[in-house]
């Protein structure tokens, strides 16, 4: 004999309400949650030369930038500097690596000296923000240059 499949599912569902609410509840906004995500954790990078730049936040609204060789520690760096929010352009709560061009985080300018992005974030609503390029060279990072419009939650790059 053939079993109807409605009316035997609403049985179950009359039982279990409290766990299909919940699995809904669950999977309907950790879909929403992970499709938009600032890659705020995106805060190491090794450059070719096995340098490497961390950005580490050590305030509610300031973060260091390392440039360092070898271990990551900060007694192996070579360059360090604390940004705090200025109030205006950049927010420094939050500050993570952006790709420069599609797929690379690293490019080199004219003088072969590496380039790399940051982009600075608040959890705050607008995410239409600054990426600063920054041009690394042998003991210090300089900045180069800074794109206003860049769209953090898109995880994009800079330059297309």
């Known amino acids: 004999m053939r079993m109807k499949f409605w009316p035997a599912m609403k049985k179950h569902v009359k039982r279990n309400r409290l766990l299909i609410s919940f699995l809904f509840v669950f999977l309907s906004t950790s879909t929403i949650c992970f499709a938009g995500d600032i890659p705020i954790e995106r805060d190491f990078l090794r ?29 192996n760096k070579i360059w360090s500097k604390v940004y705090e929010t200025d109030g205006e352009r950049h927010t420094w709560a939050y500050a993570f690596f952006v790709r420069i061009k599609p797929e690379q985080f690293i490019t080199f300018d004219e003088d072969k000296n590496p380039q790399i992005a940051v ?42």
Do not use: C
């Open 119 to 160: 982009s600075t974030y608040d959890m705050g609503n607008g995410v239409i923000r600054w990426a600063i390029i920054y041009r690394v060279r042998d003991d210090k990072l300089e900045v180069a240059k800074e794109v206003d419009g860049f769209n953090t939650a898109a995880d994009g790059s800079v330059f297309n």
């Open 47 to 75: 450059l070719p030369d096995q340098r490497w730049i961390w950005l580490e936040k050590i305030g509610w609204h300031s973060t260091r930038i390392t440039l360092g060789k070898g271990k990551k520690s900060f007694k």
